[in-house]
């Protein structure tokens, strides 16, 4: 995600420069070549819209909490046909910014309850949580109006092709319970 942020130098909030007495404002709209930029990164198709508000507030002496909305139109490929797909995502980011988070240690480390904790950074790259926001809330298989999976059944010759039905582990117990019941009378 290195090449978009590059592209947007206004989005770096130095912690240090802010006030702690009250909460810090922002506003981030990328230009139609930063969001190009993003969407490339994110490997879609297109950004029409993208916005991300919010504000930065102390909490305590040394730890800060961010609260954003995060608003776009993406254009991705449908995963049946390719055509474009336009999605509306809104979506509330939060993050947590702890200057005493303990370093996970080992080999295996188990994810934490809450995933909005990160360690405190010096300055905190507001492109760059918006570019991950944002990467979160695409839709994993965006589908066009209509679009639907086509099913492909082989077999060889002279063998009765297996479908979906088939494989289920479960799918022959009710045909067969009902010819033990038959049997039985």
Partial sequence: ?????ATL?????????????????FTLVPT??????IADTLGITGIRKLRFAGQLEP?????WALTADLGATVVQECVVTLAPVTSRIDETVT??????????????????EDDTVEPLPAAIDLAQVMIEALALALPVYPRSEGAEMATAVSAPKGATPLTDDDTK????LGALRDSLENKDD
């Fill in 95 to 112: 993050r947590s910014y702890v200057a005493d988070l303990p370093e996970p240690e080992g080999a295996e480390v188990e994810m934490p």
């Fill in 1 to 5: 995600m290195e090449a978009p942020l």
């Fill in 169 to 172: 582990p479960f799918a022959g």
């Fill in 32 to 37: 139609a070549d930063e969001r190009r930029a």
């Fill in 59 to 63: 909490i305590g002496r040394t730890d």
């Fill in 9 to 25: 130098p206004r989005s770096q909030l130095r912690l240090a420069d802010l006030t702690t007495r009250r909460a810090t404002a």
